[in-house]
């Protein structure tokens, strides 16, 4: 475990890309400075020193981070705090992490980790705040469970208490929604558009799967969420 000089602090930050806040360090953690969505060249050298890595960045860079963690198989070993850079961050709404920045980097720098589901994508990536896709026809199941048969303006996965959700919505004037929650969410369609924790596919999508991992990732959440 790295702990710095003062007592409760753990880890080390990550400041992810140009718009890394206000904060001109780490307060009394160490701080690197590193590329938007960074690669094997900035975090697999962090992770054999620290068990704690603080992200500063977009759900996207926290994404990257993870996706180095699952690669290395170092999900269970290392824990995740995380100061979102965007205020409409999913990871943030879907973990309740608090909206102040100073608050969120206190938190993600002392507060205790708690496991929460590590969602895959069939490409080799990670889904760890929303992936949205619209106008979608064609036809999705939630495991076993027909989510969709037909037509969809949209599309929303996430991870979830049970492993994944997915929200599909029908109708143009008049929406209707439905929740489907599960270990798994499949895809079929006609060429789709797909947008993952905020980065677009370069492509168009005809199929695409999420599924919970066999191990969860290590988030640093606040108490009782």
Same mark, same amino acid.
């Given at each position: 475990? $790295?702990?710095?000089?003062? &007592?409760?602090?753990?880890?080390?930050?990550?400041?992810?890309?140009?718009?890394?806040?206000? /904060?001109?360090?780490?307060?009394?953690?160490?701080?690197?400075?590193?590329?938007?969505?960074?690669?094997?060249?900035?975090?697999?050298?962090?992770?054999?020193?620290?068990?704690?890595?603080?992200?500063?960045?977009?759900?996207?860079?926290? &994404?990257?981070?993870?996706?180095?963690?699952?690669?290395?198989?170092?999900?269970?070993?290392?824990?995740?705090? /995380?100061?979102?850079?965007?205020?409409?961050?999913?990871? *943030?709404?879907?973990?309740?992490?608090?909206?102040?920045?100073?608050?969120?980097?206190?938190?993600?720098?002392?507060?205790?980790?708690? *496991?929460?589901?590590?969602?895959?994508?069939?490409?080799?990536?990670?889904?760890?705040?929303? *992936?949205?896709?619209?106008?979608?026809?064609?036809?999705?199941?939630?495991?076993?469970?027909?989510?969709?048969?037909?037509?969809?303006? $949209?599309?929303?996965?996430?991870?979830?208490?049970?492993?994944?959700?997915?929200?599909?919505?029908?109708?143009?004037?008049?929406?209707?929604?439905?929740?489907?929650?599960?270990?798994?969410?499949?895809?079929?369609?006609?060429?789709?558009?797909?947008?993952?924790?905020?980065?677009?596919?370069?492509?168009?999508?005809?199929?695409?799967?999420?599924?919970?991992?066999?191990?969860?990732?290590?988030?640093?959440?606040?108490?009782?969420?």
């Amino acid at each position: 475990m $790295t702990v710095t000089e003062v &007592a409760g602090v753990r880890g080390i930050v990550v400041a992810c890309g140009a718009d890394q806040h206000t /904060f001109a360090d780490g307060g009394d953690a160490p701080m690197i400075r590193v590329p938007s969505r960074p690669g094997k060249a900035e975090i697999d050298p962090l992770l054999g020193e620290h068990d704690r890595l603080v992200i500063l960045g977009t759900d996207a860079d926290l &994404a990257a981070v993870v996706l180095r963690l699952l690669r290395k198989d170092r999900v269970s070993g290392v824990s995740v705090g /995380f100061v979102p850079s965007a205020a409409d961050s999913a990871v *943030a709404a879907l973990w309740r992490l608090p909206a102040d920045p100073a608050e969120a980097l206190e938190l993600a720098l002392t507060g205790e980790d708690a *496991a929460v589901p590590l969602v895959r994508e069939d490409n080799g990536g990670v889904l760890v705040g929303r *992936a949205t896709l619209r106008d979608v026809h064609g036809q999705g199941y939630c495991d076993e469970t027909v989510a969709f048969d037909g037509t969809a303006a $949209t599309i929303e996965v996430s991870p979830d208490a049970a492993g994944i959700a997915a929200r599909v919505t029908r109708g143009k004037l008049v929406k209707r929604s439905t929740t489907l929650r599960g270990r798994a969410f499949q895809l079929g369609c006609h060429p789709t558009s797909l947008v993952s924790d905020g980065v677009r596919h370069p492509r168009e999508v005809t199929k695409w799967t999420w599924y919970r991992h066999i191990e969860d990732l290590r988030l640093v959440r606040p108490a009782g969420t």
